[in-house]
């Protein structure tokens, strides 16, 4: 147990000093580059980050401490909020004890304020890969009950970090990057839809001016929450510059009985001289988990583009057959299966096996999937119920609402209340009815429509937060009684993307968008802090107009993330079919690259050019896509770099794919039909000029290390 004034954490470059000594709670003094363990002069170096005193303001200056409260001074938004019947709001924190663990890796501040009746504890950690993790306990000590209303973790970020950026979007462009001036105020990002919604932010940072992916200094918090939250970065008239995470609260939704506790979910930072060093951390630290996916990640077709609704015997023999000669390995049987299933406003709930299409059940798909060398999957929606429905008939009671009139509906469905005992039971036994039947290998959980007016019937209480812990509860018990069962999670496309569903699941779909052009920018903002191997990518024609190009184009952009197809393989051509083996082939060869290498995304590129790719462990092999997304201001275009390999090794370039040709049927690229050998700190600087492509095309390159220069 620490008595010391200080806490010092340090771990993979990341040190967190925390001053437990002021009247306002505990500071954290320095939160970034790793300081001297055993440096002398911490204590000054706290001392010399005391404010001075403004005319005007309090005669102590108050910083943020990690959850701050008006009671200590603090003007900014609440770290910690609530009240007794409307009374006893005010709350005032005092440090108890502190533990710090003997590798100086984690600590456990526990508070208390014996006048309101409240005790907590404050967790602290930085996680192998350097990310900083903070979570809040508070326990209701008092004989009466306690109303939460806030409970926000504090994250302070240097006093040079004058640019924000987050992510908004919309269905079909989730995570579309924005930037703005950090100024004076709040820059606050919610999100009501019991959901993160597609227009949430996965990350919001602060950094210095024009941070970019290779360089600048950036400091980024993401909640690992998949209901209500909010995310701010406020910046105070006196000195201080912070992001806040936390849940968003409904009235009265967690109201604390005597000996109750409250816990908060964990807020998680990184930090890092430029956004892929920042990603890094997320990345490393989520493979390094037990669970992570440790096989590699089995080439996935799914249905819906071919098939939508129309689930016909026939057509899924001659999917199935094409599917197995092109080498896929996991073969998802999407929407269409369930009983009374023809369009998206009937059906669900009533999770057994369409009789009227499949007689002798899902069996015989199942067995042909299986006889042809694949895995079995299967999607399913258990958290909504359509009123055209079984279920919904003989249980309308089990439909969220706040009031005698359902919510508005979308897509003709509502959400199942799965606060309620018997509504949960009745979902896990069709769950479990399902996979007990059949060998599902893996399930796509999906989730098509955010919870409005979120109450547990006509006239009750929110449950948008009670509803995010039973879904995880759900799926907990699932995998618990499925250990091998993988679970890829959806939610019209990518509105429901977090670290603690990410901890529940295999990988996730990152957006309903298949056109390849416009998923760039959402594999590249989705990445940022989900690895890309648990990405769901696929190859797809059904925005573009066909041809081998488009194969490859839309192969280039699934090849950086978890390599699938969505498309009707029936409906190609020899070209197309030819095309799309060579680059399943390729995603084969470099799935263990992706999984396990370092991704890159370039800077300073020409408009309309995106460059990309990722790099071995020990930088000795890496894959690069360059892809034109629309017409740039040169013919031929400038060079690219290709940063982030051993800028001592020699490294051979050889094209993957297609490679360009031009009116004579050769490679106009000397480099390209040469063995060209080219060191890592001359790609990163100099680099090499890409072929002159048309719009949405591209080219991909693979380098290999040859020998020291």
Do not use: C
């Not at 209701?140 to 994250?155: P, W």
């Not at 999770?351 to 798909?365: F, M, Q, S």
């Not at 072929?691 to 380098?703: C, D, F, K, T």
Request: proline share 7%; net charge negative.
């Amino acid at each position: 147990m620490s008595r010391e004034p200080l806490i010092h954490l340090y771990r993979s470059e990341t040190s967190v000093v925390v001053d437990l000594r002021p009247a306002e709670g505990p500071v954290i003094v320095h939160w970034g580059e790793e300081l001297a363990h055993d440096s002398p002069t911490l204590d000054d170096l706290a001392q010399a980050a005391v404010p001075q005193r403004a005319t005007g303001g309090l005669d102590t200056p108050v910083r943020p401490s990690l959850i701050p409260t008006a009671a200590a001074g603090w003007h900014g938004a609440p770290g910690w909020a609530g009240h007794r019947d409307s009374r006893d709001i005010s709350t005032l924190w005092s440090v108890v004890t502190v533990d710090v663990d003997d590798a100086h890796h984690s600590a456990r501040i526990a508070l208390a304020d014996d006048e309101r009746g409240l005790s907590a504890v404050h967790e602290l950690r930085l996680g192998s890969a350097g990310l900083l993790w903070q979570r809040f306990s508070v326990r209701n000590d008092g004989t009466s009950a306690y109303t939460v209303h806030s409970a926000h973790l504090t994250f302070p970020v240097p006093d040079d970090a004058h640019e924000i950026l987050d992510t908004a979007g919309r269905w079909g462009r989730e995570r579309a990057p924005q930037r703005l001036p950090f100024a004076i105020g709040a820059h606050v990002r919610e999100s009501r839809r019991g959901r993160p919604g597609s227009d949430s932010t996965l990350l919001l940072a602060a950094g210095r001016v024009g941070f970019g992916f290779e360089r600048g200094r950036v400091h980024g918090v993401h909640l690992a929450w998949s209901g209500n939250h909010r995310l701010a970065a406020e910046r105070g008239m006196d000195g201080w510059s912070i992001i806040t995470a936390g849940e968003l609260l409904d009235p009265g939704e967690v109201v604390l009985s005597p000996g109750d506790e409250y816990r908060s979910p964990w807020a998680i930072g990184s930090w890092g001289d430029g956004l892929s060093h920042l990603s890094e951390r997320f990345h490393a630290e989520w493979r390094s988990r037990p669970e992570h996916p440790a096989r590699p990640r089995p080439l996935t077709l799914n249905t819906w583009e071919a098939l939508g609704f129309d689930v016909d015997r026939e057509r899924l023999w001659r999917l199935i057959d094409r599917a197995a000669d092109l080498g896929v390995e996991r073969f998802v049987l999407d929407d269409g299966w369930f009983r009374g299933r023809r369009h998206d406003r009937t059906g669900l709930g009533d999770w057994e096996v369409d009789a009227t299409i499949w007689p002798e059940g899902l069996h015989p798909l199942v067995d042909r999937v299986t006889r042809a060398g694949m895995e079995f999957g299967l999607w399913i929606e258990p958290e909504m119920v359509n009123l055209d429905s079984d279920l919904a008939r003989r249980h309308p009671d089990w439909m969220v609402r706040g009031r005698v009139q359902l919510p508005p509906p979308s897509r003709g469905q509502q959400v199942l209340d799965l606060t309620r005992a018997d509504a949960r039971a009745y979902v896990l036994g069709r769950i479990e009815a399902i996979l007990s039947e059949y060998p599902v290998a893996a399930l796509k959980w999906d989730h098509n429509r955010d919870l409005v007016d979120a109450a547990d019937g006509p006239g009750g209480s929110s449950i948008a937060r009670a509803q995010t812990v039973a879904v995880y509860e759900l799926i907990d018990e699932v995998r618990a009684a499925h250990p091998d069962l993988e679970i890829e999670a959806s939610a019209s496309g990518g509105a429901r993307v977090d670290l603690e569903m990410l901890s529940r699941v295999d990988r996730i779909w990152a957006s309903d968008e298949l056109d390849p052009v416009e998923r760039l920018s959402i594999q590249r903002y989705t990445g940022l802090v989900v690895p890309p191997e648990m990405i769901g990518a696929h190859v797809s024609l059904a925005r573009t107009a066909g041809g081998p190009a488009a194969v490859a184009l839309s192969s280039m952009v699934a090849l950086l993330g978890h390599f699938g197809l969505e498309l009707d393989l029936g409906a190609l051509t020899d070209e197309e079919l030819r095309a799309l083996e060579r680059w399943i082939r390729i995603a084969k060869d470099t799935r263990t690259l992706l999984a396990t290498g370092r991704r890159v995304d370039v800077d300073d590129t020409d408009p309309g050019l995106d460059v990309r790719g990722v790099v071995a462990p020990d930088r000795r092999r890496a894959v690069f896509t360059i892809i034109q997304t629309a017409s740039g201001p040169t013919a031929p275009p400038g060079r690219v770099r290709l940063p982030g390999l051993d800028p001592r090794l020699v490294y051979r370039v050889v094209p993957l794919g297609e490679t360009p040709v031009d009116g004579t049927g050769r490679t106009p690229l000397l480099w390209a039909r040469e063995q060209t050998r080219i060191t890592g700190h001359e790609l990163a600087v100099v680099g090499l000029r890409p072929p002159i492509l048309p719009p949405r095309s591209g080219m991909a390159v693979e380098l290999t290390a040859d020998e020291p220069a």
